[in-house]
């Protein structure tokens, strides 16, 4: 009993310290706090509506602003993440010499078929969230979202990204409806939560 309340008991920040430690790196609970989010975009036009799986983070190396807000599927010395929920969204590009975003929806309130997708997060070689669906996203099944529209998938414990080590979001998704007509379609994954970022003046 005692030791079920101290998983509850355990903030976002206590997690990025406790992780920190047992990976040799205590200096990074002096950090920074900060409000964290990475995301990635994947154009799925080409194989949109069929059974797939989708990489999140593997190439944001070959991407820009606006598909993704990092440069390396690894977060920098000094920073960490503790995932407290996750954004599964679809925007519509307009094609031609200047590509523009035409239309920002969550993924499970655009193609309902969606929710059925089943999601898994990586740190390096090790699955830190396994075969999770996405029902817990849905607006009418989101116990915790607080209100009825709100389409975010919170994990039941806090997941903790340490500087420099790679990470992916698997999205396994099944045959569905959904269609791209005279547009490009791109599903994107966010990652939201309290992090950590350098701060020179308590570690250097």
């Known amino acids: 009993m005692a030791n079920m309340a101290a998983f509850r008991n355990v903030t976002p920040n206590a997690k990025i310290a406790l992780v920190n430690n047992k990976l040799g790196n ?88 969606l929710t059925l997708s089943q999601l898994q997060i990586l740190l390096d070689n090790s699955r830190i969230l396994k075969n999770n669906s ?17 389409s975010l998938f919170y994990p039941d414990t806090d997941l903790v990204i340490p500087p420099q080590i790679q990470f992916t979001v698997e999205l396994t998704v099944p045959s569905n409806t959904d269609t791209a007509t005279d547009v490009d379609v791109y599903y994107g994954c966010h990652l939201f939560g309290t992090g950590a970022i350098l701060n020179l003046k308590a570690n250097v």
């Open 26 to 113: 205590p200096a990074l609970k002096r950090n920074q706090g900060s409000s964290t989010e990475v995301y990635d975009y994947i154009n799925v036009t080409s194989s949109i509506g069929n059974q797939q799986v989708l990489r999140f983070f593997a190439d944001v190396n070959t991407k820009t602003f606006p598909f993704t807000n990092i440069q390396q599927n690894q977060l920098q010395a000094g920073e960490a993440l503790s995932i407290e929920y996750v954004a599964l969204t679809r925007i519509e590009v307009t094609r031609g010499a200047t590509p523009k975003i035409n239309d920002f929806t969550a993924l499970t309130n655009t193609v309902a078929g």
């Open 134 to 150: 996405l029902t817990r996203s849905f607006a009418d099944l989101n116990t915790r979202g607080g209100t009825a529209t709100n």
